[in-house]
């Protein structure tokens, strides 16, 4: 089992930056992959960013280019860097991670990306 703390969010102005951080309560990255996800307002939740137990990173075709993906395992954390920030990018994020069978989530965190 693990928790999974989400920070980082808030109210940005459209083409600025924001860096969400998911702290895990135990050591898993690295041993696991690790995913983020977000969820517009009448919008499924859909994949944004996923790094692999070995490092491998992918991205969803509309944030491509604009967010990293990255961990520190010292820290037990994952981030999430957003940069030229969209309106349509608003959406609770959540930090995923899948360990034997089971979908363990945070608790989510805002972003908001208007003027």
């Known amino acids: 089992q693990v928790q999974l703390v989400e920070s980082g969010g808030g109210l940005v102005q459209p083409g600025g930056s924001l860096r969400l951080s998911c702290a895990a309560s135990?050591?898993?990255?690295?041993?696991?992959?690790m995913a983020w996800y977000r969820q517009a307002p009448g919008k499924q939740r859909e994949l944004v960013a996923d790094i692999g137990s070995g490092g491998r990173l992918s991205y969803a075709g509309s944030v491509k280019g604009r967010f990293t993906i990255s961990g520190d395992a010292a820290k037990n954390t994952v981030y999430l860097q957003m940069n030229s920030l969209k309106p349509e990018d608003t959406a609770v994020y959540y930090c995923?991670?899948?360990?034997?069978?089971?979908?363990?989530w945070g608790q989510g965190t805002q972003v908001t990306v208007s003027s």
């Open positions: 135990r050591s898993i990255f690295g041993t696991y992959g």
């Open positions: 995923h991670v899948r360990i034997s069978g089971a979908n363990y």
